[in-house]
């Protein structure tokens, strides 16, 4: 009997053989803008194995505007949104906190919250019943994106390097709420639950690997763990090269880990975390998937295959179909990955 997509992801992130290798597709409305036709048919020939829960957030006041739109975008959080290119989003040009003065006052969005949880959890569990994709939670924590958002990036990093009481009120307050929020998700019948944050420049960190042990890890293991108390996995997005802390999301338990791997070198990650982590793609969005060649995206799966592709699992087949990227080399990609099981690929 085939695979369900469920059965597929699941195979793949305990290591149990999934009958391939599973398929997600990420979109930005750009790509719906530009190659409707093309990505109507990506979606026939390599239907994705992932499905999101339904959106039970509750509306919030503080939202204004669209924020895949040109021009400013007010999330739930007050935080405000510059964007100059239609179907992609934009960036914070003035931090909600300048200063940290006003911190104590600052409260995040606990009114978008379900106000009637049970209710929720009735149309979570009705949507992920009727479907046999692996579904994912709504909602995705990301601590240290949101300080920056709300402090701005460069008086973020002098925070973490100050260390000052009010800014770990902050973070732990940004916390508290991304807390309170998985504390609904993993009492829904989701197969998994989300964070995210991105760590890496092009070739390290953005801050020490000692003070991302210090402030962060700990903040990442209480998702790992809560999502792990209630058998859910647990998925992390992450850019750059953040080859020095994948031990430690390893170490703490995180189940797929979405990051550049093109940023990276694919020995070392292999050897650090083969086996014990499943790769949640991707393949390059900087060179690779913008290419007029697809040959090119069919040689990036191939370089992946080989460092880190098992038959027992440990693989899914994720890329970013945005902002440039070429439909054809995207389903060059897609298709590749549809015959590495029958290549041979050593594991």
Same mark, same amino acid.
């Given at each position: 009997?085939?695979?369900?997509?469920?059965?597929?992801?699941?195979?793949?992130?305990?290591?149990?053989?999934?009958?391939? %290798?599973?398929? @997600?597709?990420?979109?930005? $409305? +750009?790509?719906?803008?530009? =190659?409707? !036709?093309?990505? #109507? /048919?990506?979606?026939?020939?390599?239907?994705?194995?992932?499905?999101?829960?339904?959106?039970?957030?509750?509306?919030?006041?503080?939202?204004?505007?669209?924020?895949?739109r040109v021009g400013r975008y007010t999330d739930e959080w007050g935080c405000t949104f510059v964007n100059i290119q239609e179907g992609a989003i934009g960036e914070v040009r003035e931090?909600?906190?300048?200063?940290?003065?006003?911190?104590?006052?600052?409260?995040?969005?606990?009114?978008?919250?379900?106000?009637?949880?049970?209710?929720?959890?009735?149309?979570?569990?009705?949507?992920?019943?009727?479907?046999?994709?692996? %579904?994912?939670? @709504?909602?995705?924590?990301? $601590? +240290?994106?949101?300080?920056? =958002?709300? !402090?701005?990036? #460069? /008086?973020?990093l002098m925070d973490v390097a100050s260390r000052e009481d009010e800014a770990e009120r902050l973070l732990r307050s940004i916390q508290d709420f991304y807390m309170r929020e998985l504390?609904?998700?993993?009492?829904?019948?989701?197969?998994?639950?989300?964070?995210?944050?991105?760590?890496?420049?092009?070739?390290?960190?953005?801050?020490?690997?000692?003070?991302?042990?210090?402030?962060?890890?700990?903040?990442?293991?209480?998702?790992?763990?809560i999502a792990h108390a209630h058998g859910k996995f647990i998925f992390m997005h992450s850019d750059g090269n953040i080859q020095e802390i994948l031990p430690d999301l390893v170490e703490?338990?995180?189940?797929?880990?979405?990051?550049?791997?093109?940023?990276?070198?694919?020995?070392?990650?292999?050897?650090?975390?083969?086996?014990?982590?499943?790769?949640?793609?991707?393949?390059?969005?900087?060179?690779?998937?913008?290419?007029?060649?697809?040959?090119?995206?069919?040689?990036?799966?191939?370089?992946?295959?080989?460092?880190?592709?098992?038959?027992?699992?440990?693989?899914?087949?994720?890329?970013?179909?945005?902002?440039?990227?070429?439909?054809?080399?995207?389903?060059?990609?897609?298709?590749?990955?549809?015959?590495?099981?029958?290549?041979?690929?050593?594991?």
């Open positions: 009997m085939s695979q369900t997509s469920r059965e597929i992801v699941r195979r793949a992130l305990t290591f149990g053989r999934p009958e391939r %290798v599973p398929r @997600d597709l990420w979109l930005l $409305p +750009w790509a719906e803008i530009h =190659f409707p !036709r093309e990505l #109507q /048919e990506i979606r026939r020939r390599f239907p994705p194995d992932f499905a999101s829960a339904p959106t039970v957030s509750q509306p919030s006041s503080r939202i204004v505007g669209d924020p895949y931090p909600l906190l300048p200063s940290l003065e006003g911190s104590a006052r600052f409260r995040p969005p606990y009114e978008i919250l379900p106000s009637d949880p049970g209710r929720a959890r009735d149309t979570v569990n009705r949507a992920s019943a009727a479907t046999e994709k692996f %579904v994912l939670s @709504d909602s995705c924590a990301r $601590p +240290w994106e949101r300080y920056q =958002f709300i !402090r701005g990036s #460069q /008086e973020a504390e609904f998700w993993v009492r829904t019948d989701v197969d998994g639950v989300r964070f995210m944050d991105d760590w890496g420049a092009q070739r390290g960190l953005l801050i020490s690997p000692a003070s991302w042990r210090e402030i962060f890890k700990p903040l990442y293991k209480e998702y790992c763990d703490i338990g995180v189940d797929a880990l979405n990051s550049q791997l093109f940023c990276m070198d694919l020995a070392v990650i292999a050897a650090q975390a083969k086996g014990r982590i499943t790769f949640w793609g991707e393949i390059d969005r900087q060179h690779v998937l913008p290419s007029p060649d697809p040959g090119a995206g069919r040689r990036a799966v191939r370089e992946v295959a080989r460092h880190l592709y098992d038959k027992s699992g440990g693989i899914i087949a994720q890329l970013e179909f945005g902002l440039a990227a070429n439909p054809a080399t995207v389903s060059a990609v897609y298709d590749e990955w549809e015959r590495i099981p029958a290549t041979g690929t050593p594991g």
